[in-house]
């Protein structure tokens, strides 16, 4: 375990070390410089630049910031988790109902199969249209190439996804080959998957308002260039790795909010969105095999 713990506080993939590194190499930088002016220019106070760092309600204002910052990215990241969640959930439902459910003659099953497909068809899609990706083969093997070819000509795919799934079960039901209290749970899975993709979807385009962003890096920027000032009449060379670790610590807590605001990407830090696309698959097959006994 011992081990374990040290192999992590040393990793660098999934970090935000590399990201802020460069940054805090230019405060440790410029507080070396202030330790060599201080070398040569003793006579001159330094204190009174470094002051504002042992300022209380600047430092008040700075933490609760960084609280404020890390707390709501994790909050729009755990939110997404539970969209996602919900998805999952929504679609093992709708498929097993659908499986179960519908009553249609065998010479319509493969088109019941093809519906149910369309529920990883929308998982998939959901993916893409969060990562602003156009659909290519990621969905080949699961819908026609004419339906496909229909996906990408409409602005919203997952939206249009969910148009083809209530179709086919408004049909069926017009058909009496569901039962109407099956197809109102189902009519519900559906709506219920809209709402997760629209969840996603006020993740993705309501940032954190730039206001606070930019304010927590000038505190932040203030904060490190100050620092120096006060230190270098105390630890004189040590300065430099005095700050390099602060802005260290105040950069990586800045930056791990950055990195987990947006969870839809690719980036270690983001949610494993392939992982549960291809669990969502595989739950899907698995369902489209049943026959009753």
């Excluded at 081990?3 to 040393?10: G, I, Q, S, T, V």
């Excluded at 609280?67 to 498929?95: H, M, Q």
């Excluded at 068809?121 to 156009?134: P, Q």
């Excluded at 209290?181 to 519900?188: C, E, L, R, T």
Aim: aromatic content about 10%; proline content about 4%; some cysteine.
């Amino acid at each position: 375990m011992t081990l374990k713990w040290f192999n992590l506080a040393f990793k660098f993939q999934g970090s935000v070390a590399p990201i802020i590194l460069p940054r805090v190499l230019i405060f440790a930088g410029f507080a070396f410089g202030v330790s060599l002016f201080h070398y040569y220019e003793p006579q001159i106070s330094l204190k009174m630049f470094g002051d504002l760092t042992n300022n209380v309600v600047f430092n008040l204002v700075l933490g609760l910031l960084l609280v404020f910052r890390t707390n709501t990215a994790y909050d729009r990241y755990w939110e997404g988790r539970k969209a996602w969640g919900a998805l999952v959930v929504n679609i093992r439902n709708l498929s097993r109902l659908i499986q179960i459910s519908t009553n249609c003659p065998e010479s319509e099953q493969q088109q019941k199969e093809e519906t149910i497909k369309l529920l990883t068809a929308f998982a998939i899609a959901t993916k893409l249209h969060l990562r602003s990706e156009a659909i290519e083969k990621d969905l080949d093997g699961l819908l026609s190439e004419d339906a496909i070819i229909k996906l990408r000509s409409v602005k919203h795919p997952p939206l249009e996804l969910t148009l083809w799934l209530g179709d086919y079960l408004q049909k069926q039901v017009q058909r009496d080959r569901i039962d109407t209290n099956y197809f109102v749970a189902m009519n519900s899975q559906i709506n219920a998957l809209v709402e997760g993709l629209t969840g996603c979807e006020r993740i993705l385009r309501t940032p954190l308002p730039i206001a606070y962003g930019i304010y927590l890096k000038n505190l932040i920027l203030i904060y490190c260039l100050g620092l120096p000032f006060h230190l270098a009449m105390e630890i004189d060379w040590l300065t430099a790795i005095a700050v390099g670790l602060v802005s260290f610590i105040l950069l990586g807590i800045e930056q791990i909010g950055s990195e987990i605001e947006n969870p839809f990407g690719y980036d270690l830090n983001d949610l494993p969105i392939d992982t549960i696309c291809e669990g969502v698959t595989a739950n899907v097959e698995q369902v489209i095999a049943y026959s009753p006994k």
